[in-house]
């Protein structure tokens, strides 16, 4: 895995925390809203702290499709659960936020369990299963299937790969 690629899951991580921090912060200032009442929902997005978490959040969900696009799902979400360990870090310390030593016993098996995966490949492939075509690769002609094969004797076409008559 190149730089790249670890940016991408650095930013991942570092846009769903911050994302969520700034709209935990928001939401405490706003106090209790309700989807019953529309004009709530909306003054609660206008708080600065709610919009930048809300628009961190969109760059989380960008840089996550970006992750999704090279790599399996199975990969990329545990990486995306060490944003726990920054949000509970940022949630204990900014946020003020009390964290019991239960869920930092969590967060400690999540980290010890990103790092059994982080060690596998990124990618599974299928010897079975051509990859999928990116951008930067040219497209390869398929294989003559048995309505184009070509007569042995002449190597003219034949209908369903037959014998020309």
């Given at each position: 895995?190149?730089?790249?690629?670890?940016?991408?899951?650095a930013?991942?991580?570092?846009?769903?925390a911050a994302?969520?921090?700034?709209?935990s912060?928001?939401?405490?200032?706003?106090g209790?809203?309700s989807?019953?009442?529309?004009q709530?929902?909306i003054?609660?997005?206008l708080?600065?702290?709610?919009?930048?978490g809300i628009?961190?959040l969109l760059?989380?969900f960008?840089t996550?499709?970006?992750a999704?696009?090279w790599?399996?799902l199975t990969?990329?979400?545990?990486?995306t659960?060490?944003?726990y360990?920054?949000?509970?870090l940022?949630?204990r310390f900014?946020l003020?936020?009390h964290?019991?030593?239960?869920?930092?016993?969590g967060?400690?098996?999540?980290t010890?369990?990103v790092g059994?995966i982080?060690?596998?490949p990124e990618?599974?492939?299928?010897?079975?299963v051509?990859?999928?075509?990116?951008?930067?690769?040219?497209?390869v002609?398929?294989a003559?299937t048995p309505?184009?094969?070509?007569?042995a004797r002449n190597?003219?076409p034949?209908?369903a790969?037959g014998v020309?008559r």
């Open positions: 895995m190149n730089f790249r690629k670890y940016l991408v899951l930013g991942v991580t570092v846009f769903a994302g969520d921090s700034m709209l912060h928001g939401m405490k200032q706003i209790s809203i989807l019953n009442h529309l709530g929902v003054l609660a997005v708080n600065p702290w709610v919009a930048i628009l961190l760059a989380f960008a996550y499709m970006t999704l696009s790599a399996d990969y990329v979400l545990p990486a659960s060490l944003g360990v920054l949000l509970a940022v949630a900014l003020h936020e964290v019991s030593p239960l869920r930092w016993l967060i400690v098996l999540i010890g369990g059994f982080a060690g596998g990618l599974t492939t299928h010897p079975h051509e990859p999928a075509e990116t951008a930067h690769e040219p497209r002609a398929a003559p309505l184009l094969a070509k007569d190597g003219a034949t209908a790969g020309e």
